[in-house]
């Protein structure tokens, strides 16, 4: 294949970027890697067009070199390129360097038998020393960001093999002396530095001359990598997430590592030299390498950590979140060995006073905040892992942190995580203060809760009631002067908006016996016999289900038989028996067995009435703990070693529900769209495989553009009968198409009910047209003209061109728009009126028809139906 152009490349390109997995999978995907590489040698191209074709594939090198071999020759074929460039400057060469080092860790290829990983380490530490400049690598000018590339993806080749450059430590020093890169070139000397003391600690070899300076060798064979080093535990060099693991307590750590003097004095002073560099580095790189040379020094022998102190100096006060966050990693590193108490005393006050500032963004606001929720004390009181706030945090340093309404809801989680920690800390002494804490607290949630409570609420408000109610209980579950008024707090609140029913589901299955049991009773003396609001049954069936148990079952019962009556759909009744069968677990008796017998002829739905007979057998004829294990075996419960194993996993089948493949159960598909009525109707054609019982379809519509679709139930499906038609009714919000994911529940022969999830099914904007009422006789002319101007201004209009087949204007007005037409002069011109549910119109005028189609003018109400409208027409020939 020839060299592509630009146009072409331009174009392959975006189609690649469109969907870079559907393009792999098809027929250029193969040669994509290929021909980029051979584009890259190309005089062709401009060096701006290569650039772009590098920067792909240092976007999508997975997809471009898949595996080993692959990236082995595209780096080798890279390293090429980059020889072939003429001495001139180039914008070629730092992305070549980069694709190259990218390609050879992406693709996996990067080892000790990679020809390619031999040439690409060689080359960049030439660039990187300085000796490979001027050998037709550009100008002067190009020098320094070659060698700051260079660094770069030395740094990237090192973080994938840890321990690879360790014995180029002593060159790397060197070069810090130099007029070299700073910033590259400390973080470069820095991890290579950490992961050296890591990998000699576990190995118990010696530190001497790992730091003297050196030259690259230039011995044929010579190399100065190590392939030993990077091919062990290099996921243990690894940092994971921001904590230290503790030198003392780790086997082989880095305190098993006895520096002898002279190696403590050449370490020191090498630490020394990055760190008093390290302002001339980004926020960003100062915070990294403080990272990694506190964790490399950190229970090393010989290092105190008063090396840092001259930094701390500089960074307590420091604006940059990433250098705070360093400073604070390196207290809980070090600890009072590098912190004093004034020094403690200084970053509480800092934090404080800074979390309190009304101008800070957000995301700023919660780092203050979770900065002072993990404070690193240098003695902590209590033990590791426990939640508590800095002993020198008091009330009254924390009085412009108390959390209020008006808060972000992240912020008000996290000052009320503070305030319950102020509050449980505190509460021993101080009682005067405490109280108005407490009352504050108490004021708080309160407040929520009456947000939580209004009918028309925003769904946060909700969520964030419950939030702040889970977190006063994990906090303070000790403390029943806290948790009693929630508890009533929270019963009021069921009262108030019992549609609040699957929250408080929710928070019983998250906190708990503290809280749990005593809202559990006030939540079931509130379901039984509370006052009952219209449509609140199936929460409180919901919130009984939860919180029913064995006692006060005479109570529960006579609510069940009252709400038994207003059980209409197949949603209550199956809420109405799970509630049934937790009784039954908890111990139901003679009053349960008569309300289950009662249920078994008096609920309308089949398939209700044949679990509730099914309960019913199940209690009469089974003790307790055979119960218990049909009702719901467990791996906790003990086997029965007899036949009723088997027995009992068969009702534990039949009282789930099972899933089903859809494809061995029924068919659903759309039938032939017929136009009546006042609203769009899509009409199903179900076609069962099996015998099919109470089968209920339920519909999702994707993107919300319909109102919510009714469920769909039918009786009774034989596969010997032919499909039926289902008329399922469309409400549109706005005419647009949709998909609609479809469910089906059912039962089978054998008596168990089963779950489907259906192919979705395509409502095609067609499908939501319908006719405007018939003008009179011999006046729809001037009534389509009437609709025609009372679409301007406010609508919009359009032109397209229709393609005809062969049979004509005529024919494609019949097949397809022929409801529509409210004037027509056959086969001359014909106007058509369309209304778009819920209050949209189209409106097309077709003449003057040529061989080849015919131009159709389009004018609407409803500007976004225009793209719609076009699209539909241009394809009518086709769908003709």
Known sequence: MGSLSREAWAQRLGAFRASPSAFMAGPEGESLGRDLLSGLRSEKLSEQTKVSLLVLSLEFPDQLWPDASVAEAATTSLLDTLDLLSPRPSALRRPLLLAATTALIAGGALGPTSGASGRLLRLLLDLASGRALGRGFGLDSEQRPLQATALECLRELESCQPGLLWSCLGLLRGLLRREAPVQPLSLLLTLVLRNALVARARAGTSLWGLLLGGDLPTGDGSCPWDWTLAGEGDAHLKPQAPCWPAAEKEEGGLAALEPSPEEARELRATVAQ?????????????????????WGLQGLRGQPPALFKPQLVRLLS??????????????????????TAQ??????????VAAQHPALPPPTHLFYLHCLLNFPENCPLGPDGEEATPLLLGPQLCQGLLPNLLHDPMALLARLHLLCLLWAEHEEEERG???????????????????????????????????????????????PTVLTPLTHGLAQLYQTRPALAPHFVDLLSSVGPELGEPLKMVLRHEVVLGTSREGALRWHLQTLAKVVDGEAQSTTLRFLQAAASHCSDWGLQQALLQVCRNLMRAGGGEGLADLLQALAVQLEDP????????????????????????LGPSLAAPALASSLVAENQGFAAALTVQGAPASTSLRLSVGPRRVHGSSPVLHLQVEALQPLYSLELRFRVEGQVYEPLEMVHVPFLCPDHPARLLPLPLHPRRPAPSHLGVSALYTTPTGLTCHAQLPPLLVNFQDLFLPFPSPS??????????????????????????????????????????????????????????????????????????????????RTDDWTVLPLAGDYIRGLSAAA
């Open 433 to 479: 203060q405490l109280q108005s804490l407490q009352q504050y607290l108490e004021t708080l949630l309160a407040g929520l809760r009456q947000r939580a409570a209004l009918a028309g609420g925003p769904r946060t408000s909700a969520t964030l009631c419950f939030q702040a109610s889970y977190l006063v209980a994990r906090c303070l579950s000790g403390y």
């Open 274 to 294: 990055l760190l008093d560099a390290s302002y001339l580095l980004t926020p960003v790189a100062q915070a990294q390498l403080l990272w990694l040379l506190g």
């Open 607 to 630: 398939d209700g009435r044949d679990h509730a007979r099914l309960y019913y057998l199940l209690l009469a004829h089974l003790s307790g703990h055979k119960l218990g294990m049909a």
């Open 777 to 858: 006789e011999g006046t729809g002319p001037s009534f389509f003209d009437e609709l025609w101007a009372s679409c301007l201004p406010k609508g919009a209009e359009s032109r397209v061109w229709c393609p005809l087949g062969p049979q004509g204007l005529e024919a494609l007005v019949s097949h397809h728009l022929e409801p529509f037409v409210v004037a027509a002069q056959p086969p001359i011109s014909y106007s058509v009126a369309i209304h778009l549910p819920p209050a949209s119109k189209l409106l097309l005028r077709l003449g003057d028809a040529q061989v080849d189609g015919v131009s159709v003018a389009l």
């Open 318 to 339: 420091t604006a940059q979140l990433t250098l705070l966050h360093a400073v604070l990693a390196l207290k809980a590193a070090f600890g009072e060995a590098l912190f």
């Open 343 to 352: 020094d403690e005393v200084l970053l509480l006050q800092r934090l404080t």
